[in-house]
């Protein structure tokens, strides 16, 4: 959990002490602390919680964000949560109420990406936007704040948080071409995607 951290920062998805990332272990949620850069982020600084909240590990006060990822280890089959600030996928967070489908990882997403609307951080009302955003999907977007993304382990939640800010870079890059609009997928274009990416890989 500390190195997915760590990577989010030296990949360019969070600056500073933004964004966070969590674990589930059985009814165990282990999450980044509040406030502590992640250069200096050790294991020993990763506190744990019950699906309740209730701190059952570490001496530092678990990260604010702490409701929604609560929220999203409550009702998906998460075992992993990466919250980042990233600059393109907040950037468009500002601009539409979805991701426009201009590529086809928009299917290993669930769909078009949606993005939630906007509450004060730390809330409960940010968790349950976040929640009706994420129906369907694996990731969405955070009205001027940032991205969430999760999966059934740390590594799948970062790469579909990566892939979420590519496609976010992709869409405003394309965007600003004067005189042009991007073309977009069909959603019969999305669903055969999302069938070859079922099969993308290897499967012993």
Do not use: I, K
Not at 148 to 174: C, I, K, N, P
């Amino acid at each position: 959990m500390v190195a997915t951290a760590r990577r989010t920062v030296t990949d360019g998805l969070v600056v500073g002490t933004s964004g966070n990332v969590s674990v589930r272990v059985g009814d165990t949620v282990l999450v980044t602390p509040s406030g502590v850069p992640y250069d200096r982020l050790t294991p020993h600084d990763v506190t744990g919680v019950d699906l309740d909240g209730r701190q059952v590990l570490g001496r530092l006060v678990p990260t604010s964000e702490l409701p929604m990822h609560l929220a999203v280890y409550r009702t998906t089959d998460a075992r992993a949560v990466v919250h980042t600030h990233a600059v393109h996928a907040t950037a468009v967070s500002t601009l539409v109420a979805e991701l426009p489908p201009v590529h086809y990882m928009t299917a290993a997403l669930g769909g078009p990406v949606r993005v939630a609307p906007y509450a004060t951080y730390g809330t409960d009302e940010l968790a349950d936007n976040m929640l009706r955003a994420l129906e369907g999907r694996s990731a969405c977007l955070l009205q001027n704040h940032g991205t969430v993304a999760y999966g059934a382990h740390l590594d799948q939640a970062f790469d579909r948080t990566a892939q979420l800010e590519w496609m976010s870079h992709l869409w405003l890059t394309a965007s600003a071409v004067p005189s042009l609009t991007p073309s977009l997928l069909t959603p019969a274009q999305l669903e055969e995607s999302a069938t070859h990416l079922n099969a993308y890989g290897q499967h012993p």
